[in-house]
Structure formats: structure tokens, C-alpha cells
């Protein structure tokens, strides 16, 4: 019988996360009873979209919801068995039972790490993926600007608009991630926004304006984007992480959204669920000729996962940030 280690949020925070917003905390686990598995997490994945849950959503003191990969240990639950790969997202926590609910099986690509299925062959490349070329309806050639350019969506983002022919700028807060989507991704432009203020230098990286802006950061870059916004141009709002510590984001030059004729639209992955099929089809064949280059920031044990979600949203990550518990 199994001690298992879990994370768990103990205090809401205001603004940034903390440490003493989190404890480690051990539990008992049985063994697998009739109908379930026991299953062992390998690799966690530590996403933004967290922090909104530790203001509301996230419940006190149970382990924290997030994706992971785990292997069975154990099983008593038809169509399991000891050895197999499941993806889940019952997340921050070594080991666990389950009636099955909620895991899907991996069949991971023989040729790939198994990590990539966390993030370029996984969630965030899918979401990158569909938000560019559904939601975006990105076009060959066009004009493009994706911000947190080096991070898990926004780096496939960026590749999947190079792929296509188009004009690419991104921007990062950070001097090495900068140097990474210029040298190894070959954008065309790039910009720290901690260094250069991001409305004056987006004007000068796009003399032909945007014709598409994909939107992980909203605030200061959805501002500056809306301003570069071509005729007809789309924004896929991916996400908003200038605004998910304090709770709002202050957006100015809205009306642009009218005189350009711009559509932005939201979305979550499950909107395109219906790419799946091409996106791994696709995804692999890009990863395997190298012509999607991803990073990980990987940090080892349970005991680092807050410590990892903190360092996330402040930047420490270049590419996706995984927490890994065993091999
Ligand atoms: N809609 C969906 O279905 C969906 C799914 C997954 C993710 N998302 C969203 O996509 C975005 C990226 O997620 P990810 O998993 O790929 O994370 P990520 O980009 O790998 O990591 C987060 C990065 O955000 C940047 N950042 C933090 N605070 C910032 C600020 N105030 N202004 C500008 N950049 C800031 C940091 O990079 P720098 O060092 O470059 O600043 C940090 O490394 C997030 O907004 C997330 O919520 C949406």
C-alpha cells in the first residue's frame, strides 16, 4: 500500500502566488479495490491557467487539479492493466485510485519522448494548433504576432506560422528566450517587452501591419496588437496571463475592433476537438523532420510543483514547464 505525497492549495493568494499558499501534505493510499486502478504519476504538467483556479474554482485542502501522466500499477478495473500509460487530470500527486473516470489511455509515439505528449504532441500544441488555424483562420504569408513566444502555446504557435509562409514576430520578457525564437525558430522579429515598451515595438517589427495576433498575454499586447490590426484581421484570445494574479486586464484602443473590422474570439481547446486526427498526424510529422522545435523547464519531485507554478507565472520556464515524479 502506497504513501502518497500531494500538493494541496491551503490559502487563496492575492496577487502572486506564495509558498505558505500551499503545503505538501502524505496520505495513505489502498490498493487498487474491484473497478479501479492504481495509478503512479510520471510527469505533471504546470499550467497558467492554474492560477485563476487558486482564486476561485481550486477547492482547500484536497490536491490540486491539474493534467498528468501517470502509469497503472495496479489494476482491477476491465481494460486496464499493470504497465499501461493514462493521461489525466487529477493532477499535483504521486499516486491515486480511480473507477476509470477521467483517464484516457496513451499510446505514446515510439519515436518521440514521452514528455512531448505533455505539450507540442499534447494540450498546448493542440490549443496552438486550432486557436492559429481555426479560430485565426491563419492564412500563407499573412502577418502574424504571437506573445509568450517561447512558452509552451505560443512557441507552436509561432512554428506553425513559419510553416505556413507567414511573417512572424514574437515577444518574451526574457534575453535568452528572445535569442532562442531568433536563432533556433528564425522569427522575424522578436521583442522582450521588459525592455523595449511592447506599442512602440510592435509598431516598428510590423511596417505591413497584422493580419493575425494570437493572444496569450492580453493587457499592454492586445492594446499594442489592436492598433497594428490589418482590415479583416483575427485574434485568437488564448489566454490573458497579465491579468490572471490581479484579476482584471485593462484593455485600451477597443475600437479598432471596428474601424479594422477585427474579430476576436475566445476559445478553448475542446472547440476543435474535430482536428484532433490532423493535429497528430501533423504535429508528429513536424517534430520528427524537426520543423517544430520545442524546450522544457523540468523540475524534479512532488515537493517542487508550487515552487514550479510561482516560477511559471514570473517567467522561469522556457518552453513547457513539467514537474517530473518517476520514470
Ligand atoms: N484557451 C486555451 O484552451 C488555453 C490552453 C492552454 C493555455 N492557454 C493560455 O495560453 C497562455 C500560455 O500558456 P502556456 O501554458 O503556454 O504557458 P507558457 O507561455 O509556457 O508560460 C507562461 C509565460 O507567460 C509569460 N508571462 C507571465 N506573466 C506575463 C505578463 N505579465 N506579461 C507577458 N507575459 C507574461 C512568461 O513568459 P515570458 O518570460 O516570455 O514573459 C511565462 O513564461 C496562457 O495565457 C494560458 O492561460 C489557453
Given at each position: 500500500m502506497p504513501k502518497s505525497r500531494e500538493i494541496h492549495l491551503v490559502q487563496r493568494p492575492t496577487g502572486a502566488p506564495t509558498p505558505e499558499n500551499f503545503a505538501l501534505v502524505e496520505r495513505e493510499v489502498g490498493d487498487a479495490a474491484d473497478g479501479q486502478v492504481l495509478v503512479q504519476n510520471l510527469l505533471m504538467s504546470v499550467d497558467p491557467a492554474m492560477r485563476p483556479r487558486l482564486t476561485a474554482g481550486q477547492a482547500l485542502d484536497e490536491p490540486m487539479m491539474g493534467g498528468a501522466i501517470g502509469r497503472v500499477v495496479q489494476s482491477r478495473l476491465d481494460g486496464y492493466a499493470a504497465g499501461d500509460l493514462v493521461s489525466h487530470r487529477q493532477g499535483f500527486r504521486e499516486y491515486f485510485t480511480s473507477d476509470g473516470k477521467g483517464l484516457n489511455k496513451l499510446s505514446p509515439d515510439p519515436d518521440l519522448p514521452l514528455s512531448v505528449h505533455m505539450h507540442a504532441l499534447g494540450g498546448t500544441g493542440f490549443t496552438a494548433y486550432g486557436g492559429l488555424?481555426?479560430?485565426?483562420?491563419?492564412?500563407?504569408?499573412?502577418?502574424?504576432?504571437?506573445?509568450?513566444?517561447?512558452?509552451?502555446?505560443?512557441?507552436?504557435?509561432?512554428?506553425?506560422?513559419?510553416?505556413?509562409?507567414?511573417?512572424?514576430?514574437?515577444s518574451t520578457g526574457a534575453d535568452d528566450k528572445a535569442a532562442w525564437l531568433r536563432d533556433e525558430i528564425g522569427l522575424d522579429a522578436v521583442i522582450n517587452y521588459k525592455v523595449q515598451p511592447i506599442r512602440q515595438a510592435l509598431e516598428e517589427a510590423t511596417p505591413k501591419g497584422l493580419d493575425v495576433y494570437f493572444d496569450n498575454v492580453g493587457g499592454d499586447h492586445l492594446e499594442a496588437a489592436l492598433r497594428r490590426m490589418n482590415t479583416l484581421g483575427r485574434i485568437p484570445v488564448c489566454g490573458f496571463i497579465s491579468?490572471?494574479?490581479?484579476?482584471?486586464?485593462?484593455?485600451g484602443n477597443l475600437s479598432n475592433i471596428i474601424y479594422s473590422r477585427v474579430m476576436l474570439r475566445g476559445f478553448v481547446a475542446p472547440d476543435f476537438m474535430h482536428l484532433w486526427g490532423d493535429f497528430l498526424r501533423d504535429m508528429a510529422g513536424w517534430l520528427k523532420d524537426g520543423k517544430v522545435k520545442?524546450?522544457?523547464?523540468?523540475?524534479?519531485?512532488?515537493?517542487?510543483?508550487?515552487?514550479?507554478?510561482?516560477?511559471?507565472?514570473?517567467?522561469e520556464n522556457s518552453g513547457k514547464m513539467l514537474v517530473k515524479l518517476a520514470e
Open positions: 488555424l481555426h479560430i485565426g483562420q491563419l492564412k500563407d504569408g499573412e502577418q502574424v504576432f504571437v506573445s509568450t513566444a517561447a512558452g509552451a502555446v505560443g512557441s507552436v504557435a509561432a512554428q506553425i506560422a513559419k510553416l505556413k509562409g507567414c511573417y512572424v514576430v514574437g491579468g490572471y494574479n490581479s484579476g482584471h486586464s485593462n484593455v520545442y524546450q522544457e523547464t523540468v523540475r524534479d519531485g512532488i515537493a517542487a510543483a508550487p515552487a514550479a507554478l510561482i516560477g511559471l507565472m514570473a517567467g
